[in-house]
C-alpha cells in the first residue's frame, strides 16, 4: 500500500507546487495565475535622476516585499545641489602665456554643495499590474540623513602685471567686488582648485515621488518617478554671493527640488 501511495502523493505535491507557481512568458512569475504577488521579494535597482534646476543624482536602492502591494527599501545616492539664480559665463579669453581659452563660469558662485543621502523609504500600489507588460502605479516617500560637502568655488583672476598673469581666488567677504568684477575674471579655475578646503555639513532630506513600474513581473524591475526632494543642511551652505552686484539672490538652508528618476535592477 505505501508502495502505492508515495508515487500519488509525490504527484499531487508536485502538481500543487505547479499550481501554486507559474511561469508567465516573458521570464514573469506570480503566484497562481489568478493570484496576486509576485515571487520575486528581493530587488536591487540602479537610478539616476534628473533635478531642477540642473542637479543629477546616482543612486543604489535594496529592497524587500513586505505584502504583495508594498515594498520597504533602503538607498543610497550622491547629487549636486545648485541655487537657481545660477548662470554660467564664456568669457572666451586668451592666454598667450599658457596658450589657453578661459574656462566658463558662474557669476556670483561662492560654493559647490554635493550631498550624500541616505534613507528608508516605502512604496506602495495603488493598482494591480497587468500579468503580461503591466504598469503598476503608486506612489512612495522616504527620509533621512544627508551629509553635505561644501567646496569653495574658485575663479582665475588676471593680476595687473602687464604679464597676462593669473592667479586662483575665492570668495572671502573681503574681496567681493573684485571677485564680481567680470573685467578682472579671466575664468573658472580647474574643478580640483580647493578640494583641501571641503566643509561637511549635516542634514536631512525627505521625498515624495508618483511611482510607475514597467513590466508587471519581468526580471528586471523597471521604475519611472516624478516627485519632490526636500534637502536641510545645519550651518553656513551659501551657494552665492548675496551683494548689490547681484541683486534678486538669496541664501536658504533648505533646497527644494522637482526630479524625474529612472530604475533598472535585478530582483530575485
Known amino acids: 500500500m505505501i508502495r502505492i501511495l508515495a508515487p500519488l502523493f509525490t504527484l499531487l505535491l508536485l502538481s500543487s507546487v505547479a ?15 489568478a493570484g496576486r504577488g509576485v515571487i520575486y521579494d528581493k530587488e536591487l535597482t540602479f537610478n539616476l535622476a534628473l533635478l531642477a534646476p540642473r542637479n543629477v543624482e546616482f ?12 515594498m520597504k527599501y533602503w538607498s543610497l545616492g550622491l547629487g549636486n545641489i545648485r541655487h537657481s539664480r545660477e548662470r554660467k559665463i564664456n568669457p572666451e579669453d586668451f592666454n598667450p602665456n599658457t596658450k589657453r581659452i ?8 561662492e560654493n559647490q554643495l554635493y550631498a550624500l543621502r541616505f534613507a528608508f523609504g ?10 503580461n507588460r503591466g504598469v503598476a502605479v503608486g506612489y512612495s516617500y522616504e527620509f533621512g540623513p544627508t551629509l553635505g560637502i561644501l567646496k569653495p568655488y574658485f575663479l582665475e583672476a588676471k593680476l595687473s602685471d602687464g604679464q597676462f598673469s593669473t592667479v586662483d581666488i575665492r570668495h572671502t567677504g ?9 573685467d ?10 580647493g578640494l583641501d578646503e571641503i566643509g561637511l555639513r549635516p542634514g536631512v532630506h525627505a521625498r515624495a515621488a508618483a511611482h510607475f513600474a514597467f513590466g508587471a513581473y519581468d526580471e528586471v524591475p523597471k521604475y519611472l518617478e516624478a516627485g519632490l526632494l526636500a534637502d536641510f543642511f545645519i550651518g553656513e551652505t551659501d551657494l552665492m554671493i548675496e551683494s548689490d552686484l ?18 533598472f535592477g ?3
Open 19 to 33: 499550481t501554486a507557481q507559474q511561469r508567465l512568458p516573458g521570464n514573469q512569475n506570480i503566484y497562481g495565475a
Open 59 to 70: 543612486s543604489v536602492r535594496s529592497g524587500k516585499l513586505v505584502s504583495f502591494d508594498k
Open 102 to 109: 578661459s574656462r566658463s563660469y558662474t557669476y556670483g558662485k
Open 122 to 131: 516605502t512604496r506602495k500600489y495603488l493598482s494591480e499590474k497587468a500579468r
Open 174 to 182: 573681503e574681496n567681493t567686488e573684485r571677485f564680481l568684477n567680470q
Open 184 to 193: 578682472v575674471i579671466f575664468g573658472g579655475s580647474s574643478w580640483a582648485t
Open 246 to 263: 547681484t541683486p534678486g539672490v538669496t541664501n536658504s538652508p533648505l533646497y527644494l527640488s522637482l526630479y524625474v528618476k529612472l530604475s
Open 266 to 268: 535585478k530582483r530575485w
